[in-house]
C-alpha cells in the first residue's frame, strides 16, 4: 500500500493585490476587510450545443454534468441540429409541414438515437461505440444528461430553432429551459468564465 | 496519520469519467461541511481528476493512496 498525505499549503487569507492597493493608496482597515470578506463569483460555463451527432453532443454532457459536479454554473444553449437529441425519446417525427417532417425522418430524434459525425455506416458505427460504451463502462448520453439535469446543468433551447423545425415546447424534454434567443446566447457567454461552442 | 472518520462511501470502481466526479459530487452534497467521504475509484484518471476538483469546488483532498489497482481518495467537505 502506497500512501500520500497531501499536504496543500493553505489559501492566503488576504488578496496579496487588494493588500497592494491598500498599501498605495492608504485605504483605512475595515474597507479592505470589506473587500475580502466579499463571497468569490461562482464560475460560469456556456457551452453552445450546435451538434446532433453523438460525438459532439457527448462531451457537451460530460463536460456540462462535470461542471456541475465542480459547482461550475453550466448553461447550455441548444441549437440547430442540437436540438433534436433533447426532443422526447418516444417522439418520432415532429413539424407542422412536410419538410419539417422530412427533417426527423432523416435524423430520428431522441438522445438515445444519435448518429456518429463519422463512421456512421448506416448505423453500425453507433452501435459499435455503444457496445464499446458498456464494455468499458462509460456512461451513455442518456445517463449523463440525467445527471447533468439533476445537478442543475440548464438547457436553453434556441427559439428560432424550434419556430423552423416545426418543435414545440412539448415535443422537447421537461428538463428544456425556456426558449430563448441569440441576444440571449451572447450575454450568458460574455458574461461567462468559458465559453465553447460544440 | 489521524484517524479519519468517513460519513460517505462513494464506490466508483469500474466507473469511468466522469461518473466518479459525478457521484463524489452527488455524495459530498449529502454530508456536513468539514465531513469526510472516501472514494474507490479505478479509473486511472481520477488521480488527476480529483485533485482538480477539490482545487475547483474548494473542497480538501486530504488523502490519496492507491494499492495498484484501486485508486483511494479521502476528500472533507467545505
Known sequence: MNTTTLDR??????????????GIEDVPDDSIQA??????KTKELVIVNWSGDLDKVWPVLIL????AASGVRCRVFVTFWGLLPFVKDQKRIVGDN??????????????????LSKMNFLGMGPWMMDSLRKKYNVASPRELLEAATAMGVE???CQMTMDMFGLKRED???EMGEPAGAATAIEIMTEADASLFI | MAIIAIQELVDARGLSCPMPIVKTAQAIRTVPSGAFVEVLATDPGS???????????????????SDGAVYRFVLRRK
Open chain 1, 64 to 67: 456540462s454534468s462535470t461542471a
Open chain 1, 155 to 157: 438547457f436553453i433551447p
Open chain 1, 172 to 174: 422537447l424534454i421537461d
Open chain 2, 47 to 65: 488521480v488527476k481528476d480529483f485533485a482538480a476538483w477539490a482545487r475547483t469546488t474548494g473542497n480538501e483532498l486530504v488523502e490519496q493512496t
Open chain 1, 35 to 40: 473587500v475580502l470578506e466579499r463571497p468569490a
Open chain 1, 98 to 115: 412536410w419538410m419539417q417532417k422530412m427533417l426527423t425522418l432523416m435524423q430520428r430524434p431522441g438522445i438515445d438515437h444519435l448518429k
Open chain 1, 9 to 22: 499549503p493553505v489559501m492566503p487569507a488576504i488578496d496579496p493585490l487588494a493588500l497592494a492597493i491598500a
